[in-house]
């Protein structure tokens, strides 16, 4: 049973599609991420300190750094250790789950290259040259399928051993690379590091946190610079370069006249063959026939994303959103690939008629339909989820269809690629605009959302305080539904920006918020860091830029934020990792890397507090960089507010 009433919806979110179905869940009976929530706490302090220990059958153990009790579990491990494992094994598995999805479409690349399949070919020759050259796979006289097969080959090699580095991380700054020579974290082989971990944080293996940390890292630099660059380059080659376009998003792009089917998780190679099954007139003609209008396509969470920035399909919502779209009554199937997909979703969905189809063997679900997923014949089985969920319509129960608000329209879509179109070819203007300080700098703001805060609150408020302030700001993942939600992804928005962002926006034509694709995207800004930074002769480091991941849950989050610090770019979170129980760590995160990487940690969960430790951090590096600069400290601190936090 539901938990969560009357006021407490507004409590729960700053979004009125998620009011409105949280009061129909209320309404059923139907029990949902928050009412969960709810029953798990308190939640366990141990864990949340990160000194909980349950990796050998010794254990379970639990220290205790601020008590009486334990200070050390039965094999003498003693807050650090634990804390550094648990952290490190996190970053691995989020490092892990980027990377698989790389390897899943390095795998269908190399089907394309040995002609074995009926769904897919190469849509970006000359993307697919670069990398090929980048790889020193020799293009002469070469089809593109040859192309694909060789490079593919090739890229296999950087999930192995045989690597002393990984290729795409010699597109960092050379500065930046001494730096992880210098600290012993230049990735080598993707799996080879994951694998490393798990044996580092085996008992009895590794028991300096430092040096265990310092691996974590590693780690998570063969995701930024490994899985996650090869699940977003190989995306583009195969499906295309994103470029932007005008959609929607929020529930109200269900829509109650049409079949719904809603494509959920991360790998946009289903969801591409999905979006053409559901185009064919075959199909058509039997959603008609069972009293449809048509079919319509809805995004949510990452697949959303993917879809959304290269056909321009519309985003139903972001993480918490999942239960709630199924509770409007009008989803035929959702069709879910892997990761963020809640297991609670097909008993959602048994109380409706909406079908959860699973697709790939590696992510089944108790409850839902699966069809296993085939790159060979992906055609085939797109035809057959798509018929599947026509053929479902005439279950649906009118009575119940309840579709809450309109839909926000976004522009969206942006990929390095086409923004230095946007700009005229090349960085120079957003160069010049950071010179003169009409934009003072650029931040991401990627990642979650988390029913322990607000819904899509942080994102969108710390977003609005940067633009303000002529901030430039990239989204991926769910923050970026969040502001495309409230509007802050329209050319239109650039009246609520600063005069210098607003202009420069206005001049070209683009909102202040910029949709930069799925968390594997998160690489894009990465690209466009060291671009920037080699144009300028600089590291990364040295440049007026900053993340932030306000609301974020994932592991994979953790992953990103440890290469994204590991790469220069200083990191706000709005919630913090499982650390507080290790002083030394808390110190080493926020303080020490500095010395290291040039970037540190920071936790700050009320979004007005962390835009202003951006914009002071975002001022330091101006001056460093002798370009015109506030003094940071004549930006004021507002006090925590309670509601924000
Ligand atoms: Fe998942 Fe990527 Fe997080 Fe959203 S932002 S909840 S990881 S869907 Ni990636
Ligand atoms: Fe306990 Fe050590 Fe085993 Fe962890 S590894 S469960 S701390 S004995």
């Known amino acids: 049973m539901t938990t969560i009433s009357g006021d407490g919806f507004k409590k729960k979110s700053i979004a009125d599609d998620t009011w409105a179905m949280m009061e129909i869940a209320q309404r059923e009976g139907i029990e949902t991420l928050w009412d969960r929530l709810a029953k798990q706490e308190p939640q366990c302090g141990f864990c949340n300190l990160g000194t909980s220990c349950r990796i050998c059958a010794m254990g379970p153990c639990r220290v205790d750094p601020f008590g009486d009790g334990p200070q050390k579990g039965v094999c003498g491990a003693d807050a650090d250790i634990i804390v550094a494992r648990n952290l490190a094994r996190m970053i691995a598995a989020g490092a892990a789950s980027h990377s698989d999805h790389g390897r899943d479409i390095l795998e269908t690349l190399h089907r394309v290259g040995e002609g074995k399949t009926d769904a897919y070919s190469i849509s970006e020759p000359e993307k697919l040259k670069t990398l090929a050259a980048e790889y020193g796979v020799t293009t002469d006289k070469k089809s593109d399928q040859e192309i694909a097969a060789d490079l593919a080959w090739e890229m296999m090699e950087d999930f192995g051993m045989r690597r002393e580095k990984l290729p795409l991380a010699s597109r960092a700054p050379e500065a930046r690379q001494e730096i992880w020579e210098k600290t012993g974290t230049y990735p080598r082989g993707i799996d080879r590091e994951n694998v490393e971990v798990l044996h580092r944080t085996h008992m009895g293996v590794d028991n300096d946190w ?147 189809i699973s697709t790939f063997d590696k992510a089944k679900f108790p409850g839902a339909e699966h069809v296993s997923f085939n790159p060979e014949n ?59 300080g009409a934009i003072r700098g650029a931040v991401g703001v990627v990642g979650c959302n988390n029913p322990k805060l607000k819904q899509d609150l942080g994102h969108v408020e710390l977003t609005k305080r940067l633009i303000e302030n002529d901030i430039l700001v990239v989204v991926t993942g769910c923050a970026a539904v969040a502001n495309g939600k409230a509007g802050l992804m329209m050319p239109e928005a650039a009246e609520t920006a600063g005069k210098g962002l607003g202009g420069v926006c206005k001049a070209l034509g683009i909102p202040p918020v910029l949709h930069l694709g799925s968390c594997v995207d998160n690489t894009r800004i990465l690209v466009l860091a060291a671009a920037l930074a080699n144009t300028l002769g600089v590291d990364i480091d040295a440049l007026p830029l900053a993340g932030a991941a306000p609301e974020w849950y994932s592991e994979k989050a953790v992953a990103i934020g440890a290469y994204v610090v590991a790469s220069g770019i200083y990191t706000i979170l709005g919630t913090a990792p499982p650390i507080f129980g290790s002083a030394n760590i808390v110190k080493l995160l926020t303080e020490g890397l500095q010395d290291v990487f040039g970037a540190t940690f920071a936790v700050e969960p009320d979004p007005n507090r962390a835009a202003v430790l951006i914009r002071r951090h975002i001022e330091k590096k101006r001056a460093n960089l002798g370009l015109p600069a506030l003094d940071p400290e004549s930006i004021p601190m507002p006090e925590v507010e309670v509601a924000l936090t």
């Open 210 to 356: 430092v040096n265990i940390l310092l691996h974590a890292v590693r780690t998570g630099l063969s995701d930024g610079w490994g899985g996650s660059m090869i699940a977003t380059e190989l995306s583009d080659v195969l499906f295309g370069i994103p470029t932007p376009k005008t959609t929607s998003m929020n529930l109200g792009v269900l829509k109650a006249d049409e079949v719904n089917i809603i494509l959920h998780g991360h790998n946009p190679m289903l969801s591409e063959v999905i979006v053409a099954a559901a185009q064919d007139p075959k199909m058509l003609k039997l959603a008609k026939k069972g009293g449809a209008k048509g079919i319509n396509l809805a995004g949510l969470c990452c697949t959303g994303n993917e879809v959304l920035m290269r056909k321009g399909i519309p985003m139903a919502g972001n993480h918490l959103m999942q239960e709630l779209c199924i509770m409007t009554g009008a989803v035929e199937a959702m069709v879910v690939d892997y990761q963020c997909i809640i297991p609670a979703v097909t008993e959602t969905a048994s109380c409706y008629h909406t079908k959860v």
């Open 378 to 436: 992906g055609l085939e089985i797109g035809q057959q989820i798509v018929q599947t969920a026509v053929e479902n319509f005439t279950n649906r129960v009118s009575e119940r269809v309840h579709i809450p608000v309109e839909p926000a329209p976004v522009m969206a879509g942006f990929s390095i690629e086409s923004l230095l179109e946007v700009l005229g070819g090349t960085p120079t203007p957003l160069l010049d605009a950071i010179k003169e």
